[in-house]
T-cell receptor
């Protein structure tokens, strides 16, 4: 079955520290992969996406993600977290022509 | 700036009421989606539409219906609201390209008493 797993429900990091949010997917074909961010009271905003090509993808706000087919993973990283990065992050996989499967989200807290 | 707007940010309704949630996009997108967001469950697809008057069921369509009479507008209808439909509802749109970026509205937090 197609699925997306975000194993960390909550993550807390100090401002300036590095960040890695984990995402594992289960999908038979080559996946289309996305990371979205949801700030409090807002809708989701696309951070980055992977369709094909270079497995290291750069996104907005200094985020990057690496697609590892052998591990079925698409982890999100940022070298130095800012207080404004506190939000909920969702990994998603495109599954079929119009369907997207979202993970359950990881809520990031940033300590000053 | 591309925009997806939803008619209400907060809505409180009574059990049994008919509820309409409206979504409008200004990007001339072919595809529109309604999701439900609940803590610990992520986003679950209720319905989507890939063209005017066309609709497809998502993963949790029970208790919901949709209407798309114009390209820019996609409505979610709760025929008889129940307390288990208390949730955050998110609308999204995307271009006709398969699996392109989705653009989300700010959400409607619906409480059914």
């Amino acid at each position: 079955a197609q699925s997306v797993t975000q194993p960390d429900i909550h993550i807390t990091v100090s401002e300036g520290a590095s960040l890695e949010l984990r995402c594992n997917y289960s999908y038979g074909a080559t996946p289309y992969l996305f990371w979205y961010v949801q700030s409090p009271g807002q809708g989701l905003q696309l951070l980055l996406k992977y369709f094909s090509g270079d497995t290291l993808v750069q996104g907005i706000k200094g985020f990057e993600a690496e697609f590892k087919r052998s591990q079925s993973s698409f982890n999100l990283r940022k070298p130095s977290v800012h207080w404004s990065d506190a939000a909920e992050y969702f990994c998603a996989v495109g599954a079929g022509t119009y369907k997207y499967i979202f993970g359950t989200g990881t809520r990031l807290k940033v300590l000053a | 700036d591309v925009k997806v707007t939803q008619s209400s940010r907060y809505l409180v309704k009574r059990t049994g009421e008919k509820v309409f949630l409206e979504c409008v996009q200004d990007m001339d997108h072919e595809n529109m989606f309604w999701y439900r967001q609940d803590p610990g469950l992520g986003l679950r697809l209720i319905y989507f539409s890939y063209d005017v008057k066309m609709k497809e069921k998502g993963d949790i369509p029970e208790g919901y219906s949709v209407s798309r009479e114009k390209k820019e507008r996609f409505s979610l209808i709760l025929e008889s609201a129940s307390t288990n439909q208390t949730s955050m509802y998110l609308c999204a749109s995307s271009s006709g390209l398969a699996l392109g970026e989705q653009f989300f509205g700010p959400g409607t937090r619906l409480t059914v008493l």
